[in-house]
Nanobody, 124 residues
C-alpha cells in the first residue's frame, strides 16, 4: 500500500509564494512519476506538473510554466511544488498523485495513488 501526504498549503496574497510537499511512504518509487493536480470548486481536476523519480525530468501545464517548479528528494521520498507569482486563479485544492506511466502523466485517470489534498487560496 502507498500513502501520499501533502502539506504546505495556505492563504497568500497575489504575487506571493508557497511551497507544497508530498511525502510518499509504503513502497519504492523508483519506477514512478509523481504528478501535481489541482481542483477548484465546480471544475475538473487539472494537471499542474509532474516529475520522474529517476532522472528528474519534469513537465508543466502552460498555465504555470515559468512560475511553478517541481523537485524531488529521493532520500526523503518527497516531491515539492514551489509556486511563485501566485494568482487568484491558482486557488484550488492541490493533490499529488503517484503514477507508473510517463506517457499519460497529464491524465489524472492514469494515477494509482492520491494524497488527501491541501488547500491553496490566493487573495487579490
Amino acid at each position: 500500500q502507498v500513502q501520499l501526504v501533502e502539506s504546505g498549503g495556505g492563504l497568500v496574497q497575489a504575487g506571493g509564494s508557497l511551497k507544497l510537499s508530498c511525502a510518499a511512504s509504503g513502497r519504492t518509487f523508483s519506477s514512478y512519476c509523481m504528478g501535481w493536480f489541482r481542483q477548484a470548486p465546480g471544475k475538473e481536476r487539472e494537471f499542474v506538473g509532474a516529475i520522474r523519480w529517476n532522472g528528474g525530468r519534469t513537465v508543466y501545464a502552460d498555465s504555470v510554466k515559468g512560475r511553478f517548479t517541481i523537485s524531488r528528494d529521493n532520500a526523503k521520498n518527497t516531491v515539492y511544488l514551489q509556486m511563485n507569482s501566485l494568482k487568484p486563479e491558482d486557488t484550488a485544492v492541490y493533490y499529488c498523485g503517484g503514477g507508473s506511466s510517463w506517457s499519460y502523466v497529464t491524465n489524472f485517470h492514469e494515477y494509482d495513488y492520491w494524497g488527501q489534498g491541501t488547500q491553496v487560496t490566493v487573495s487579490s
